[in-house]
């Protein structure tokens, strides 16, 4: 089995900041790209930022210049600095990696955290 477990989110001023935190966990041989997504009520689920294995990031054009998105390889952890917060980021943040599980399989699958909330306002 393997898990995602975001922490970091909370309630914040507009132009503050907040760094997310994403662990996996469990069975895991490595892990390829991974990212971060948002959804906002009433809205559909977006990607936010992404990074590969080899530390290549992309961003969304609203974030861009603001967020900063980093992995540590050794602690199985992806985070998302977010500086300069807008009422416009308020949504619920879910951390993806793409993992593979077994060193004898290719085969890689999706893994999703449980999502955790990110409030701005005054």
């Known amino acids: 089995q393997v898990q995602l477990v975001e922490s970091g989110g909370g309630l914040v001023q507009p132009g503050g900041s907040l760094r997310l935190s994403c662990a996996a966990s469990g069975s895991i041989f490595s892990i390829n790209a991974m990212g971060w997504y948002r959804q906002a009520t009433g809205k559909q689920r977006e990607s936010v930022a992404l990074i590969s294995s080899s530390g290549r990031t992309n961003y969304a054009d609203s974030v861009k210049g603001r967020y900063t998105i980093s992995r540590d390889d050794a602690k199985n952890t992806v985070y998302l600095q977010m500086n300069s917060l807008k009422p416009d980021d308020t949504a619920v943040y879910y951390c993806?990696?793409?993992?593979?599980?077994?060193?004898?399989?290719?085969?890689?699958?999706?893994?999703w955290g449980q999502g955790t909330q990110v409030t701005v306002s005054s």
């Open positions: 993806n990696a793409r993992i593979r599980r077994r060193s004898w399989s290719m085969v890689e699958d999706d893994y």
